[in-house]
């Protein structure tokens, strides 16, 4: 049982950036993945990006390398999303997520594969 309170959403022009957290507590293990998602209004919710907590392989959605960074701190048991040059189609509610990887690629980016879940953090582009 892992919780997670991601925090760093917010409004944002285009082009701008935001940098959003993800705490961790309880129950952590090295070997679980952990991905950011977002879910637009009338959208399903979708892969953003992922990373190994322990080995360090990235994962990004096609809409969003070369623009999102994900980063782990175990010493704090926080993951980062950081967020570049930002569009309005960026805009969602993006949420943290933590799960045992299967295999790839439904293991890093498929939602019913992760069993913890933030909050989510709302963010909104504008244009």
């Known amino acids: 049982q892992v919780q997670l309170v991601e925090s760093g959403g917010g409004l944002v022009q285009a082009g701008g950036s935001l940098r959003l957290s993800c705490a961790a507590s309880?129950?952590?293990?090295?070997?679980?993945?952990m991905g950011w998602f977002r879910q637009a209004p009338g959208k399903e919710r979708e892969f953003v990006a992922t990373?190994?907590?322990?080995?360090?392989?990235?994962y990004y959605a096609d809409s969003v390398k070369g623009r999102f960074t994900i980063s782990r701190d175990n010493a704090k048991n926080t993951v980062y999303l950081q967020m570049n040059s930002l569009k309005p189609e960026d805009t969602a509610v993006y949420y943290c997520?933590?799960?045992?990887?299967?295999?790839?690629?439904?293991?890093?980016?498929?939602?019913?594969?992760?069993?913890?879940w933030g909050q989510g953090t709302q963010v909104t582009v504008s244009s």
């Open positions: 997520a933590a799960g045992r990887a299967t295999g790839w690629p439904k293991g890093y980016t498929d939602p019913s594969a992760f069993g913890s």
């Open positions: 990373i190994t907590w322990n080995g360090g392989s990235t």
């Open positions: 309880g129950r952590t293990f090295s070997r679980y993945t």
